[in-house]
């Protein structure tokens, strides 16, 4: 469900998260926004991603890879595993 572009020279991803705004957490809140799924990672799975407002868009929310990668195939796991109960 998210959209994104290949990362050119930067260790961040910008990935559009609208598919899932709108949609229920399995407690029951609403994502409403780029900042309701971020705190809501946070919560859910440990998972930190930074909400895309202060870069200009709600519709996008802020991963960096400047990790290992061990650390990076952890994170991607525990977001599908997040974003698969919505």
Same mark, same amino acid.
């Given at each position: 469900?998210?959209?994104?572009?290949?990362?050119?020279?930067?260790?961040?991803?910008?990935?559009?998260? &609208? +598919?899932? %705004?709108?949609?229920? &957490?399995?407690?029951?809140? &609403? %994502?409403? !926004?780029? &900042?309701?799924?971020?705190?809501?990672?946070?919560? +859910?799975?440990? /998972?930190?991603?930074?909400?895309?407002?202060?870069?200009?868009? !709600?519709?996008?929310?802020?991963?960096?890879?400047?990790?290992?990668?061990?650390? %990076?195939?952890?994170? /991607? %796991?525990? /977001?599908?595993?997040?974003?698969?109960?919505?």
């Amino acid at each position: 469900g998210m959209e994104c572009c290949e990362p050119k020279g930067a260790f961040y991803a910008f990935p559009r998260i &609208t +598919a899932y %705004i709108g949609l229920k &957490t399995p407690n029951g809140q &609403t %994502i409403t !926004s780029a &900042t309701d799924l971020a705190d809501w990672l946070l919560e +859910a799975e440990k /998972l930190v991603v930074v909400p895309g407002e202060p870069f200009g868009s !709600s519709d996008h929310v802020r991963l960096s890879f400047a990790v290992s990668d061990a650390t %990076i195939r952890e994170a /991607l %796991i525990r /977001l599908k595993r997040a974003l698969d109960s919505l």
